[in-house]
């Protein structure tokens, strides 16, 4: 019997994961287009609340793209101002609508994917900023 507790104790100690936690933030600049937290794209996105992510962790956020202006716009997405700067070495974001092609007065939903290397050290927060463009 005791031979068994201490067989599961060793197991569940080796189930032990470390992990570390970072505070994150990022900035929305539009060009050409809207960004909106809703759907019904009436309230205007400036900043994207990552909350807090883990060293190996994917998350995601919704944001909804409007093409506010007289022609079609293909939609483009790119990051910059990382800060630290070495950041940008462990964290990524993509998105979902690079390339897409959106008819006036449409509206896309976005899916914005940020992902945290499993081997980031010495990084306790970060900020970036976020560019949407489109263009015709």
Do not use: D
Not at 31 to 50: D, N, Q, R
Not at 80 to 109: C, D, E, F, H, K
Not at 114 to 120: D, F, K, W
């Amino acid at each position: 019997m005791v031979i068994a507790l201490m067989g599961l104790m060793v197991s569940a100690l080796g189930a032990l994961v470390v992990t570390r936690t970072i505070s994150s933030s990022g900035s929305i600049t539009a060009i050409g287009v809207g960004v909106y937290s809703t759907s019904a794209c009436t309230t205007a996105l400036s900043s994207v609340p990552w909350g807090t992510v883990n060293a190996g962790s994917v998350t995601t956020y919704t944001i909804y793209v409007k093409n506010t202006g007289n022609a079609p716009e293909t939609l483009n997405m790119t990051t910059s101002a990382w800060s630290p700067s070495s950041a940008s070495s462990y964290i990524t974001m993509i998105w979902n609508q690079t390339g897409n092609a959106l008819a006036v007065g449409r509206v896309a939903a976005a899916l914005l994917t940020l992902t945290v290397s499993s081997s980031i050290s010495g990084i306790t927060s970060f900020t970036f900023n976020i560019t949407i463009s489109g263009t015709h």
